[in-house]
């Protein structure tokens, strides 16, 4: 989930070691810990957190989310400090865009460890504000995300426009850190999401049965969106020969 490669990384939400597996198998880049049935951002136990990361290879990094955005400062500190120790190599915060961000992010910054790489995810039907993006990169974030609450009512691409969406991007960009969309995506929207330049593109619904994220991970899905994602990066080589 770097920035320093703009290769399109394919993100997979997963709610159990035998997802992960599945999906790291047909090709998943990165793996996100969730608990699809609790919300946007719900979080699973800590132990199921830990048998994620045990079915995971090292090569593989590994999130996972703390739950939707809560205005408790402290509980949010002690939800991402809980979340570090089971191994994972980021640890997704969620961030509303209300007043409370701040005290949240000011409190994360003095007390997370150094080692502890944090991604903050900004919901686009929740009071979208990017000039949190820079604030998470004051807090040490390594990267932000920008995802949706309510999984009913569309997906990302259909609720934001491309020029907020590039917006995103270059903020994230412009601060140092990589830049994630995610938010009902499907295989059909990764060409035109791909052009924008984002660093992760995130599925959970795009993944399952029926599109329906409480659904199993259906095989077919996972190896639709690797494709798509590789006819993008081949796309985008392509053009960039004929430029030269």
């Not at 699973?44 to 957190?49: E, F, M, Q």
Request: aromatic share 2%; glycine share 10%; net charge neutral.
């Amino acid at each position: 989930m770097e920035q320093k490669s703009r290769r399109v990384r394919f993100l997979a939400s997963v709610m159990n070691a035998h997802e992960a597996r599945l999906c790291v198998a047909l090709g998943a880049d990165i793996i996100d810990a969730k608990d699809a049935a609790a919300g946007a951002l719900g979080a699973l136990p800590h132990a199921d957190v830990r048998a994620i990361r045990a079915a995971v290879p090292a090569s593989v990094k590994l999130s996972a989310t703390i739950g939707d955005p809560s205005d408790d400062a402290e509980a949010v500190v002690r939800d991402a400090q809980l979340m570090a120790a089971t191994g994972v190599d980021y640890v997704k915060v969620g961030l509303a865009g209300a007043g409370a961000e701040r005290s949240t992010l000011d409190r994360l910054r003095a007390v997370m460890p150094p080692k502890a790489r944090l991604v903050g995810v900004l919901l686009a039907d929740r009071s979208l504000d990017l000039d949190l993006v820079a604030a998470t990169q004051g807090a040490g974030f390594a990267g932000v995300m920008l995802d949706t609450a309510a999984k009913d009512n569309g997906a990302l691409p259909g609720l934001v426009s491309p020029a907020t969406l590039r917006a995103f991007i270059e903020a994230a960009h412009g601060a140092g850190m990589f830049a994630g969309l995610a938010g009902s995506l499907r295989a059909s929207h990764v060409a035109a999401l791909a052009e924008l330049g984002p660093d992760v593109l995130g599925f959970r619904g795009g993944l399952c049965r029926e599109h329906d994220r409480a659904h199993a991970i259906d095989e077919a899905a996972v190896r639709a969106v690797r494709e798509a994602i590789d006819s993008a990066a081949r796309s985008e080589r392509r053009q960039a020969e004929r430029a030269a």
